[in-house]
Nanobody
Framework: QVQLVESGGGLVQPGESLRLSCAASGFTFSMYDMSWYRQAPGKERELVAF????????NYADSVKGRFTISRDNAKNTVYLQMNSLKREDTAVYYC?????????WGKGTLVTVSS
């Protein structure tokens, strides 16, 4: 079955960087677009970044443009989120997402805490 497993979260100070990874299995990874979402405490889940199946097109939330980069390695069935210049407001649980045959799949998330 489809599985998405996020990793790479942690506690960092403002201005620092983190790279999140999402390992996918159970489907033909290279044929599907992938997304990263996040959910901060008390807030709704929001789309952070999106990448097409070939990686040729990416989109970002305005709040992370210029700081975050989404990428993928289809040989490794993995999608990444490089997060630079982190801010306190980036604190959230980050989720990997894909849609396979019209079904939405989510990982369990990885917590990113930005605090001094």
């Amino acid at each position: 079955q489809v599985q998405l497993v996020e990793s790479g979260g942690g506690l960092v100070q403002p201005g620092e960087s983190l790279r999140l990874s999402c390992a996918a299995s159970g489907f033909t990874f290279s044929m599907y677009d992938m997304s990263w979402y996040r959910q901060a405490p008390g807030k709704e889940r929001e789309l952070v970044a999106f990448i097409t199946r070939t990686g040729s097109i990416t989109n970002y939330a305005d709040s992370v443009k210029g700081r975050f980069t989404i990428s993928r390695d289809n040989a490794k069935n993995t999608v990444y989120l490089q997060m630079n210049s982190l801010k306190r407001e980036d604190t959230a649980v980050y989720y990997c997402n894909t849609q396979v045959q019209s079904i939405n799949y989510w990982g369990k998330g990885t917590l990113v805490t930005v605090s001094s």
